[in-house]
C-alpha cells in the first residue's frame, strides 16, 4: 500500500548551543563563525522519514544578483536586497560573474568549507540561484521589466538567453564544487534529495504577469532549465501563481511542484483542490503541514506522489507518524 513520504524534523534531544552574535558583518561574512553557525544547526536538529541532515549556503534570494556584481543590503539577519545596476537591457548582456566580487568569493568559499567537511555528516546544497525573470528584474528593476515586455519583447528574451547561460554555468560550477565530498547524489534547497543533479526552479515574478505573457517569456527559458538538469523541481510560490499551474503542468519533464501558500495562508485544508489538481496532472506535489493536518491531508488527496514537510515535532509524534506511514527507504 502507497504511503507519502514524511519529510520530518524537530529539535534535537541534546542540543548543543548556536553560536550568536549581533555583528551582522560576522554573520554574513566571517565564513569561519558562519559555518560554525551553520553545523550547530545541523546538528540541533533531529531527522525523520525521508529527512537529511544539509547545509544551504544562502544569502537570500538575492543571492545570484550578488554574485553577479549588483549592489545589495544587508537586512538584518534575515536576508539582502539587491538594487538594479543595468540602466538598459543591452547592459545585461555585459553582465558577468567577477571574480574579485566580494558576494562571489564568499559564496564559493563558503561552499567549499562547508563540501570538504560534508562526507558522512551533511549534503551541500548549492546557493540560491533564483528564477531566470527574477535575476533579471533584480539586474534592471521589476516596473522596468515589465513595461519591457510590452515595449521591448525581443531584448527582453536576448537578456533572459543570457542569464540562463550564466545560470547554469554558475550551477555547474557549483555543483562540481559539492560533489567533490564524495556524497551520493544531490539535494536541493527545498530539503529533497535525488541520486543526480536537483535543484528547485521558480518564477516568483510570475504571480504579475498573465498565462500568456508567462509562456512567452517565462517558459521557454524555464524549459530549456529543466530539460538540463537531471531532477528537476518547481517552486510554486503564492496564489497568484496558481494561474500558471497548468502550463507547468504540461513540461514533461518537470516532476515536481512544491507548492508554498504563503504567511496567513498555510491551513492546508484549503488547498486539497489545488493539491488534486498537481497530482492529477501527473506531477509530485511537496507541500507543508502541521502534525495534526496530516492525516486529514492523506485521506482527502491521497498518498502516491505527496510529500509532506512537517517541522517542530517530538519524537514520539515523528514515531507515531511512521508507524502509520511507513516509509521504504
Not at 550578488?66 to 545596476?85: C, H, N
Not at 568559499?109 to 549534503?123: C, K, L, V, W
Not at 498518498?303 to 509524534?317: A, K, V, W
Request: with cysteine.
Amino acid at each position: 500500500m502507497a504511503t507519502p513520504c514524511l519529510l520530518l524534523h524537530g529539535p534535537a534531544v541534546n542540543a548543543a548551543p548556536i553560536p550568536q552574535t549581533d555583528d551582522l558583518e560576522q554573520f554574513w561574512w566571517d565564513i569561519d563563525w558562519g559555518l560554525e553557525y551553520a553545523m550547530r544547526r545541523i546538528e540541533n536538529r533531529a531527522y525523520y522519514g525521508v529527512a537529511l541532515p544539509f547545509h544551504w549556503p544562502d544569502w537570500g534570494a538575492s543571492t545570484f544578483n550578488g554574485v553577479l556584481g549588483a549592489r545589495m543590503q544587508m537586512v538584518g539577519k534575515e536576508t539582502f536586497w539587491s538594487y538594479p545596476i543595468c540602466e538598459r537591457l543591452e547592459d545585461v548582456l555585459e553582465v558577468e560573474v567577477n571574480p574579485d566580487n566580494r558576494f562571489y568569493r564568499t559564496v564559493m568559499e563558503m561552499t567549499r568549507r562547508s563540501a570538504a567537511i560534508s562526507y558522512g555528516h551533511h549534503f551541500v546544497a548549492c546557493y540560491p540561484i533564483v528564477g531566470i525573470g527574477d535575476i533579471l528584474a533584480g539586474l534592471y528593476g521589476s516596473e522596468e521589466l515589465m513595461v519591457a515586455m510590452i515595449e521591448q519583447p525581443a531584448a527582453v528574451k536576448r537578456a533572459m538567453q543570457h542569464i540562463l547561460e550564466l545560470w547554469m554555468r554558475e550551477f555547474d560550477a557549483t555543483q562540481r564544487i559539492i560533489e567533490s565530498a564524495g556524497n551520493p547524489g544531490n539535494i536541493n534547497w527545498m530539503s529533497i534529495w535525488a541520486p543526480g543533479r536537483t535543484c528547485a526552479t521558480q518564477e516568483d515574478l510570475a504571480y504579475m504577469l498573465s498565462p500568456q505573457m508567462f509562456r512567452e517569456f517565462c517558459l521557454p527559458p524555464l524549459v530549456e532549465l529543466i530539460n538540463w538538469l537531471e531532477y528537476p523541481m518547481y517552486h510554486l510560490d503564492g496564489p497568484g501563481s496558481i494561474r500558471h499551474v497548468d502550463t507547468l503542468l504540461n513540461i514533461s519533464r518537470l516532476r515536481a511542484i512544491q507548492w508554498v501558500p504563503g504567511a496567513g495562508r498555510e491551513a492546508i485544508a484549503q488547498w486539497y483542490p489545488l493539491i488534486r489538481h498537481i497530482l492529477e496532472g501527473k506531477k509530485s506535489v511537496q507541500v507543508f503541514a502541521r502534525y495534526d493536518e496530516i492525516d486529514d491531508l492523506v485521506a482527502a488527496v491521497g498518498s502516491r506522489g505527496l510529500l509532506i514537510d512537517c517541522g517542530g515535532l517530538t519524537p514520539e509524534q515523528a514515531e507515531d507518524l511512521l508507524e502509520r506511514y511507513p516509509q521504504n527507504v
